[in-house]
C-alpha cells in the first residue's frame, strides 16, 4: 500500500504527529483481495490535485441520482399519453429532436442533448431491496457473496492519493440499504454516508477546542500504547490507528469545504432546490470537483402504489430543478467530459394503473437517463409498449438492455476493464461487471 | 390563593405516568450467581476433553503419522492465561451484548469461591439479558437481516420467538424442527418467519430455503451447487435440487403458511421450460434417516436433526464458538494434499466461513476439528442444550488465554527486518488459527454502543433497570447502529473499520453525551464518590475497560486530576472518557 505523504504542518505536536505518522503496514491476509490482472494499486500518484484540472485531463466521476422506490417510466423518460395506460401525463418536447419526455420535466427537457435515455432496462427482482441491490451492483442477491456496487468498484479501481476526503459518498441516504456497499472488496469501500447534505457535518470536525483535542490525543495515545505494546503486529493487523488517522485527516483537510454549502452563492443554492436532494446535488458537484470518485444521491418517494401521478408531480418538483442546475453546472465548469451523470431507480412501475390511481413494481422494462463522461448523448435506446405490455406481462420491451451491459459501459468509459476478474473471499473469480458494453453509448 | 387551571390536569398527568413507569418495572428478580459452588463433574471431564483436544492441537498432532517438520506443523506455546476480569469481559460482551458494570465487577471481585467463573457464566446464561441477545444473534443464520415483503414477513417476531425459547432453554433440535415444518400464521408462530423470510417476487423460494437449510443447520454451503457442482467438496447441482424440492409445496392460504400439493406441480411445470432438472424431494446422504411418515418438511426436519447426523451438532458448535469467540473455530485449516509418485504430502491454508465446514471425516484436515467433535458429542448426549454448550466453551483453556502472546512481544516491530517481520506475522497467524492465543475481534455496533451505556452508568443495565434507562439505551442502540452500519450476515468474517465509524465514535453525539459529567451517570457519579484522583481514575478504567491503569497512564492522567495549581481545567473527565471510547482496547474483544 502506498502512504499518505502530506503534510499537517499546522499540528506538528507529538501526539498528532503520532496519530498522522506515515504507516507502512501490511494488511491482514483475510482482508485481503486478490486481484487477478488488476494494477490500479501501482498507479503512480496523480502529479496535481484533481482539484486543478479539466476536461480530460481528470479521471472520471461517477454521480448516481437514485430514484428510490422506482420511478414510473411512463411519468418520466417514457410517456405514453397516446396509450389508455399513460395516465395524465403530456409528451413534451426536448432539445433533442423526435425525443420527449413527460411534461413534469421542464427543465430537463431543455438539456436533452446532454444526456441519453435508456427506454428497455430489464431486471428480474421487483422487491425494492433485492431489486436497489441488483440495480447497485449488477448483479442479483446470492447468499455466498455480497457484490460490491459499481462506486465501490470505481473507488478502487481508480484511487487518487491527492483526494484526503472519502471516495465513495452516499448523500441524502434513506433506507440503509440504499446505501451502496463495499461488498467483498471490504467495509472500506462501503459509501460514506450523509444523512442531510450541507447540513449538521458536527461528526466531521472535533468537538472541542484546538487545546483540549490535543489533550483528548494524548490521553489516547496513552492509553492505546498500553494495548498496543505487548502485541504491535496483532494491533497493527486490526487497522484501527490507520482508520483513525484517515479520520484525523479528513477532519483537517480543506477538501471537507466541498461537503460544505455556506459559501455557495443564495442564487445557486435556489437554482438547486432547498431540498435535501437539492442540496444533495450540489454537494455532489463539489465532491466532483474535489476528484471524489463516486457519489450517489437519493431522492425517496417514488414508491406511487396509490395516487401515482401526483406522486411524480411532487418528486418532479424536486428532481427537475436539481437534475437541470446539475447539468448546468457541470458543463459550464468543463467537468461534464470527466462525469458520468446517471439517473435510475431499482425498478419501474407497471403499464397498469391500479384502482387506487396507482402503479406497482415493474422491472421488465423500466427507463434511465444517462450522460457524460465521454458517453454519447442525445441517443434513445430501446422502446416500450404499455398496452402490449398490459396485454402480455411476460413480452419484453424492444431492444432490451441489462443492469450488467450498462455497468460495463460505465466502466469502459470511465477507464476501467469490466471484464477484470477478482477473486471473491469464497475463491470464486467474479468479473466486475457481467454484461457487455453498449457500443451505441460509446465514442 | 387560586390555583391555576392547568395545574390539576398537569397533576394527573405526571401521576399517572409515574403509576406506569413503575408499573412497568419489571418485577424480575436480578439473578445473582448462585452460591452453591456445585458445577458437575460431568461438565469437568467434557472441559479436560477438549483441553486435552486443544493441547494436542498446539502441539500439531493433527496429521497422525503424517505429521513433518514442516513450519505449519510445527508445535506452538499456548499463550499465558488472562486474568478473570478480562474474561468476564469477554463473557459479558459474548453473552450479554455489553460490558460489565462496575457494580457487577466489584461483585465479581469480592466473590472468592471456587469455580467463579463457571458459576457466573450460569448466572449470566440465566439472565434474560442473555435470551434477548443471543436470539438476535442466532436469528442472522435463519432469517438474515433484511427485512423482506413487509406484509409475509415479521423479523420481530421471529426474534421474540426465539428469544422465548431460549429462555425456557428448549432442546435446539426442537427449535430446528420447529423452523423447518412451521405452518401458520408469521403473526402469531414466530418460528413461521423461518419459511416467510424467503418470500420474494410474489412467491416461496425453495432454493433460498433450501440453502438457508444447510448453511445453518449443517454447515454446508451447497447452495454454490445451485449453478455448478461443488468443485471442492461432493455436492452435486441434483443434490441441491433434491433438498429445495422439500419446500416446493410452500403455499400461503387464509391459515397462513401452508402444504399445498399443486405449487409443487406448477413449479415442476414451469422449470420443465429451463434447462435445471427438478427432482423430487431427496436428502443427498444416509437416505435411511428420513422417516417414511409426515409432511415433505417434517421429513426433512427429522432427517436433519437424527442423531447420527454429526453435521449438525457441529455446525451449532462452530457457530456458538463462533458468537463467543468473534470467530468460528473451523475459521482457519489446514488442507493436506498428496502429490506426485511418490506420495509427497503438501499442506496449505484455506479460510472458511462459519457455514462452510468440511465434511466430517475428511482425511484431508487431519484431526483439526476433533474439539468440534467432542462438543458436538457433548451436546448432543445433553438433550441439545444450547447452554451447556456454551457453558463448555467458555471453561476451556482456549477462551481463557491471554490475547498477547509471547511470540508477538516484540519491542519494536518498526526496527525489524521485513523478512522478519513476515515471518513473525506468519508465525502469528499460525498460533491464532490454532487458537493458542485469544484472538483481537472488533466489536459488533451493537456491543460498542451497549458498552458505552454500561460505562455511563455504574449500576448494571438489565431488567431491573428503571424503564427510563432501558428505553434510551433501545433508541441510542437503534440510532446508533444505523450510522454505524451493521455487517449483516458477514457478522463472523474479518471487518475492519470505517471512517464514518471513527468519526462518529470520535465527534458524535453519542459518545459527547455519554462521557458529561451529569448527575445519575457514570462520568458524573465517579468524581463525586470518588474518593481521590487515584480512586476516579480507577473506577473510570475498571467500568470501561475492566482493568486498573497501568503506571503510565497513571502518570499522564493523574496530574490532568489533580492539577498542581489545584485548579482541574475543563472536561477533565469528559476527555479520559473520550481517549477511553476511541482506544482500540475499547471497541476490540481481547
Not at chain 2, 41 to 51: F, G, I, K, P
Not at chain 2, 140 to 158: H, M, T
Not at chain 2, 250 to 259: E, F, K, Q, R
Amino acid at each position: 500500500m502506498t502512504h499518505h505523504s502530506s503534510h499537517h504542518a499546522v499540528h506538528a505536536s507529538a501526539a498528532w504527529r503520532w496519530l498522522l505518522a506515515p504507516c507502512l503496514r501490511s494488511r491482514r491476509a483475510i482482508l485481503r483481495v486478490a486481484c487477478a490482472g488488476g494494477v490500479s494499486f501501482l498507479l503512480p500518484a496523480m502529479s496535481a490535485a484533481a482539484a486543478n484540472l479539466r476536461g480530460s485531463e481528470r479521471k472520471k466521476s461517477l454521480i448516481t441520482l437514485w430514484l428510490a422506490g422506482g420511478p414510473s417510466q411512463l411519468d418520466t423518460w417514457d410517456p405514453h399519453p397516446e396509450s389508455k395506460h399513460g395516465g395524465p401525463v403530456r409528451a413534451i418536447k426536448t432539445s433533442v429532436p423526435d425525443l420527449k419526455i413527460a411534461h413534469l420535466f421542464p427543465q430537463t427537457a431543455e438539456r436533452m442533448h446532454h444526456l441519453s435515455v435508456i427506454r428497455s432496462l430489464v431486471s428480474k427482482e421487483g422487491d425494492h431491496e433485492r431489486g436497489t441491490y441488483f440495480v447497485q451492483t449488477g448483479y442479483r442477491p446470492d447468499p455466498t457473496v455480497v457484490h460490491p456496487s459499481l462506486g465501490a468498484i470505481l473507488a478502487r479501481s481508480l484511487p487518487d492519493e491527492s483526494v484526503e476526503i472519502p471516495m465513495h459518498v452516499a448523500l441524502a441516504t434513506g433506507d440503509s440499504f440504499e446505501a451502496p456497499r463495499g461488498g467483498y472488496l471490504g467495509a472500506e469501500y462501503d459509501a460514506f454516508r450523509i444523512f442531510d447534505p450541507g447540513r449538521n457535518l458536527q461528526n466531521m470536525r472535533a468537538r472541542v477546542p484546538a487545546e483540549r483535542q490535543e489533550r483528548r490525543l494524548e490521553n489516547l495515545q496513552a492509553i492505546s500504547q498500553a494495548f498496543q505494546r505487548r502485541r504491535e503486529l496483532q494491533a497493527e493487523a486490526t487497522r484501527h490507528q490507520q482508520v483513525l488517522q484517515q479520520a484525523l485527516t479528513m477532519m483537517t483537510s480543506e477538501q471537507l469545504r466541498a461537503l460544505e454549502l455556506d459559501d455557495e452563492p443564495r442564487a445557486v443554492r435556489e437554482r438547486y432546490g432547498e431540498t435535501r436532494f437539492g442540496r444533495g446535488c450540489l454537494v455532489a458537484r463539489r465532491l466532483v470537483e474535489q476528484g471524489v470518485r463516486s457519489i450517489q444521491v437519493t431522492l425517496s418517494g417514488f414508491d406511487t402504489h396509490a395516487n401515482n401521478f401526483e406522486g411524480h408531480q411532487t418528486q418532479a418538483r424536486i428532481l427537475d430543478p436539481a437534475l437541470a442546475a446539475l447539468i448546468d453546472d457541470l458543463a459550464e465548469r468543463d467537468l461534464l467530459p470527466s462525469t458520468v451523470l446517471l439517473c435510475i431507480g431499482e425498478f419501474g412501475r407497471t403499464p397498469r394503473i391500479n384502482g387506487l390511481d396507482g402503479r406497482d413494481h415493474w422491472p421488465h422494462g423500466f427507463s434511465c437517463l444517462i450522460g457524460g463522461g465521454g458517453l454519447r448523448s442525445g441517443i434513445v435506446l430501446g422502446a416500450t409498449d404499455p398496452d402490449a405490455q398490459v396485454a402480455d406481462k411476460t413480452r419484453p420491451p424492444h431492444d432490451p438492455v441489462t443492469i450488467p451491459d450498462l455497468y460495463a459501459t460505465i466502466l469502459v468509459t470511465m477507464g476501467v476493464d469490466a471484464s477484470e476478474e477478482i477473486i471473491t473471499p469464497i475463491g470464486r473469480p467474479l468479473r466486475l461487471a457481467e454484461g457487455t458494453p453498449l457500443d451505441r453509448l460509446l465514442t | 390563593m387560586r390555583i391555576p387551571p392547568i395545574v390539576l390536569p398537569v397533576f394527573v398527568a405526571v401521576g399517572v405516568a409515574a403509576l406506569t413507569l413503575s408499573a412497568m418495572r419489571s418485577p424480575e428478580p436480578r439473578t445473582e450467581p448462585p452460591l452453591d459452588p456445585r458445577i458437575s463433574d460431568d461438565l469437568r471431564t467434557t472441559v479436560a476433553e477438549v483441553n486435552a483436544a486443544l493441547r494436542r492441537l498446539w502441539r500439531g498432532e493433527v496429521f497422525g503419522e503424517a505429521s513433518s517438520s514442516h513450519a505449519d506443523l510445527a508445535a506452538v506455546e499456548p499463550a499465558p492465561r488472562a486474568d478473570d476480569l478480562t474474561i468476564l469481559r469477554r463473557l459479558s460482551l459474548a453473552l450479554h451484548g455489553t460490558i460489565p458494570s462496575l457494580e457487577e465487577l466489584r461483585r465479581f471481585e469480592a466473590d472468592a469461591g471456587p469455580d467463579r467463573l463457571e458459576r457466573w457464566t450460569a448466572a449470566m446464561l440465566a439472565d434474560s439479558r442473555f435470551a434477548d441477545y443471543f436470539a438476535e444473534r442466532l436469528a442472522r443464520a435463519y432469517v438474515g437481516v433484511e427485512q423482506g415483503q413487509f406484509l409475509l414477513f415479521r423479523r420481530d417476531r421471529f426474534t421474540a420467538w426465539l428469544s422465548r425459547q431460549l429462555r425456557e432453554n428448549r432442546p435446539y433440535d426442537d427449535l430446528v424442527r420447529d423452523m423447518v415444518s412451521a405452518r401458520g400464521v408469521w403473526t402469531g408462530e414466530g418460528e413461521v418467519n423461518f419459511l416467510t423470510g424467503a418470500f420474494a417476487n410474489d412467491e416461496f423460494d425453495p432454493d433460498k430455503l433450501a440453502a438457508r437449510t444447510a448453511r445453518a443447520f449443517l454447515g454446508q454451503r451447497i447452495d454454490c451447487a445451485q449453478c455448478h457442482d461443488h468443485p471442492f467438496e461432493h455436492w452435486k447441482q441434483n443434490e441441491f435440487a433434491g433438498l429445495a424440492a422439500h419446500f416446493a409445496h410452500l403455499g400461503l392460504s387464509l391459515a397462513g403458511v401452508v402444504d399445498k400439493p399443486e405449487n409443487r406441480d406448477r413449479r415442476m411445470a414451469a422449470a420443465e421450460a429451463d434447462v435445471s432438472p427438478r427432482p423430487p424431494p431427496a436428502v443427498p446422504f444416509h437416505p435411511e434417516w428420513v422417516p417414511s411418515a409426515g409432511s415433505e418438511r417434517e421429513k426433512l426436519a427429522a432427517w436433519l436433526t437424527h442423531p447420527e447426523n454429526r453435521r449438525f451438532e457441529r455446525a451449532i458448535a462452530n457457530r456458538v464458538w463462533g458468537l463467543m469467540f468473534g470467530r468460528p473455530f473451523a475459521a482457519r485449516l489446514l488442507v493436506r494434499s498428496v502429490a506426485g509418485p511418490d506420495g509427497e504430502a503438501t499442506w496449505t491454508w484455506t479460510d472458511r466461513a462459519v457455514d462452510d465446514l468440511p465434511d466430517p471425516d475428511d482425511p484431508r484436515f487431519g484431526s483439526q476439528l476433533e474439539v468440534l467433535d467432542i462438543l458436538g458429542r457433548d451436546f448432543r448426549t445433553h438433550g441439545c442444550d444450547l447452554r451447556r454448550l456454551i457453558q463448555v466453551i467458555t471453561a476451556c483453556d482456549a477462551f481463557r488465554l491471554d490475547s498477547v502472546h509471547p511470540a508477538g512481544e516484540q519491542p519494536s516491530p518498526a526496527e525489524l527486518s521485513e523478512s522478519r517481520r513476515e515471518a513473525l506475522q506468519q508465525q502469528l497467524e499460525r498460533i491464532e488459527a490454532r487458537w493458542a492465543v485469544f484472538p483481537l475481534i472488533r466489536l459488533r455496533p451493537e456491543q460498542v454502543i451497549g458498552s458505552m451505556l454500561q460505562a455511563h452508568h455504574v449500576q448494571t443495565i438489565d431488567q431491573n433497570s428503571h424503564l427510563f434507562v432501558r428505553a434510551v439505551r433501545f433508541f441510542r442502540e437503534r440510532d446508533f447502529i444505523n450510522e454505524f452500519g451493521d455487517p449483516g450476515t458477514e457478522e463472523l468474517e474479518d471487518r475492519t473499520g470505517t471512517i464514518q465509524q471513527a468519526l462518529l465514535r470520535m465527534n458524535g453525539d453519542f459518545a459527547h453525551e455519554l462521557s458529561e459529567e451529569r448527575p445519575f451517570t457514570a462520568p458524573g457519579q465517579i468524581p463525586a464518590w470518588s474518593p481521590s484522583p487515584e480512586q476516579i481514575l480507577e473506577n473510570v478504567f475498571l467500568s470501561c475497560l475492566s482493568r486498573r491503569p497501568t503506571e503510565e497512564e497513571r502518570a499522564c492522567f493523574l496530574p490532568q486530576l489533580q492539577p498542581s495549581d489545584g485548579r482541574s481545567a475543563d472536561g477533565v473527565i469528559q476527555d479520559l472518557y473520550w481517549a477511553v471510547f476511541n482506544a482500540p482496547e475499547f471497541s476490540w474483544n481481547h
